[in-house]
């Protein structure tokens, strides 16, 4: 789907049976080696998913053919790029039990991220994720939320997909940035030590159970 600031976003489940066959052909020799090396099968078999939606994503934003792209990584965090043919052009992707997102566009650079309320709820009853994921402001009105898990996971994929926007991922300690409440317009209202971006910010509905969201800096 196309959405603001021209952002293609596409979704889905992780791929099983001739569908999976037809999206491994889609992956260089360097992607298949690194699913080879994966011994879980749901886990290879989303990384497949993942990677050829990548390829198809990108393939259309440029006019090219998803099984001629080079991907590498240049920058100082890890975050892929598109190494031929030299378009500019800026992705992510993020995976989450069996869902699988994708963002591209040739706006600025974009993070993408989706987590599941059953993985931060476990996380939250052994305790530690508000403290590792929240402002003292967010935390003073998390208890106004029933669904804890709910809006603790779209604080979650806000701030993660904005920290992958900006290249550095949990290098950066997400109680950094403060984000609008989960029932609000998303925004990123401050991060600590450095000024607010000029950034775009939407909620993605990947299905029930499930939060995702893509940022991209403007």
Known sequence: MLIDTDVNVSWGMTLDG??????????????????????????QRRFVSAH?????????????QPEQLTFGVRSR????????????????IATAGDRVVCAVTETGPVG??????????????????????????????????PDRAS??????????????????????????????????TPQLLGWQGRPVPPVWISDLDVGPGYEAAVVVLT
């Open 18 to 43: 001739p569908d999976l066959y037809a999206a491994a052909q889609l992956l260089d020799e360097s992607e298949q080696r690194r699913a080879a090396a994966i011994r879980n099968d749901h886990t």
């Open 52 to 64: 050829a939606m990548l390829r198809i994503l990108v393939a259309k934003q440029i006019d090219w």
């Open 77 to 92: 965090y890890g975050k892929p790029e598109l190494v031929y043919p030299p378009i500019r052009v800026h992705f992510n």
């Open 112 to 145: 993408v991220d989706v987590e599941s309320h059953e993985v931060i709820a476990e996380a939250d009853r052994a305790g530690g994720v508000e403290q590792v994921l929240l402002t003292p402001a967010e935390r003073e009105v998390l208890h106004e939320f």
């Open 151 to 184: 809006a603790l996971t779209r604080w979650w994929v806000r701030k993660e997909a904005m920290l992958k926007a900006s290249g550095e991922g949990l290098a950066i300690e997400p109680p950094t940035l403060e984000m609008s409440a989960p029932d609000e």
